[in-house]
């Protein structure tokens, strides 16, 4: 009895702390109000903030996701110590005015609550979550005159992981992103991460990955390159004329990379789905088996990329 007593009262207690980040530090202030420790006068503006939707922040999300008009706008906070005179937050300002989007001019502490504590830059936006369809719903393109790049991203759970994987993929021209179940959310920290690129992404979910690659099967002009540590193909020997010549009779449309995460890599069942099982070799010496997943993503889409620029 004393025993579920004390799991009940550390259960309870347990719900009550807020959800924040404890892998970032924190302002000695933020984390009286965030730990409902007692405040100062002063500080009771930072408790009656309310948002509509969700916050986006940093300067570069915040300056695309307003020029793609992908979400809904609800409020921008703005310091009142920026530089004024910076031109992207002169750019932020005018696509605000643009579309009547109310600016608010506040203090850092308050900045620092709405981001919780994350790197702001001085701008947090009152924005609706970014809109992502389900890639059943989404219109397969066809162009006889160019190959698709898909990226798909396997149970990937780190959000700073998503936003660094995003801005690659961006860079090397990824047509799609599709996240399969278990893999994290387009988040304002994936969005921070990647350096606005989320907001010009398209990206899809991707429920039963088994199934979905199964259509494209039975479309045969399309190619599934996974990347795992035990595979059989060592990236720097993946060519692209080899793919193209394997999907000779349909004529390739569509490259699908699959990346997994860290921890578990790609299930068994959907490795073997797959056409090449590309590995990226380490060093002799090197006592690490393994890449960062964005980084190994980085270095897969470099190698396929190029070449289908060439």
Do not use: W
Not at 72 to 96: G, M, V
């Amino acid at each position: 009895m004393y025993l579920r007593s004390c799991f009940v009262r550390y259960f309870h207690k347990k719900t009550r702390l807020p959800e924040l980040d404890f892998t970032k530090p924190m302002s000695e202030r933020l984390k009286k109000v965030s730990t409902n420790e007692p405040v100062h006068s002063n500080d009771q503006s930072l408790l009656k903030l309310s948002l509509r939707g969700q916050c986006l922040f940093g300067l570069y999300p915040i300056e695309l996701a307003l020029k793609t008009k992908r979400r809904q706008f609800y409020r921008l906070f703005l310091s009142k110590t920026s530089q004024e005179n910076r031109p992207i937050i002169e750019n932020i300002q005018h696509l605000a005015k643009q579309i009547s989007l109310p600016i608010q001019y506040t203090d850092t502490l308050t900045l620092d609550r709405l981001a919780f504590d994350r790197p702001h830059q001085g701008a947090c936006l009152d924005c609706s979550p970014l809109p992502v369809e389900n890639i059943d719903q989404a219109e397969m393109k066809t162009d006889s005159n160019r190959i698709f790049l898909d990226l798909c991203l396997v149970k990937t759970h780190d959000p700073m992981n998503l936003g660094a994987i995003l801005r690659t993929a961006h860079f090397f021209g990824v047509d799609r992103i599709l996240l399969t179940r278990g893999t994290c959310q387009p988040s304002p920290v994936a969005s921070k991460a990647s350096s606005g690129a989320m907001e010009l992404m398209s990206i899809y979910t991707c429920r039963d990955l088994p199934t979905y690659l199964k259509q494209l099967q039975e479309q045969h002009n399309v190619a599934f390159v996974c990347g795992t540590h035990k595979g059989t193909i060592p990236l720097r020997t993946l060519r692209l004329d080899q793919i193209k010549a394997r999907l000779a009779e349909k004529n390739l449309q569509r490259i699908l990379i699959l990346i997994g995460n860290e921890h578990e890599g790609i299930p068994d069942e959907i490795v073997k789905e797959c056409h090449y099982n590309v590995c990226i070799q380490a060093n002799k010496r090197s006592e690490i088996s393994s890449l960062n997943a964005s980084v190994a993503c980085a270095l897969l889409l470099y190698h396929i990329s190029a070449q289908m620029n060439e």
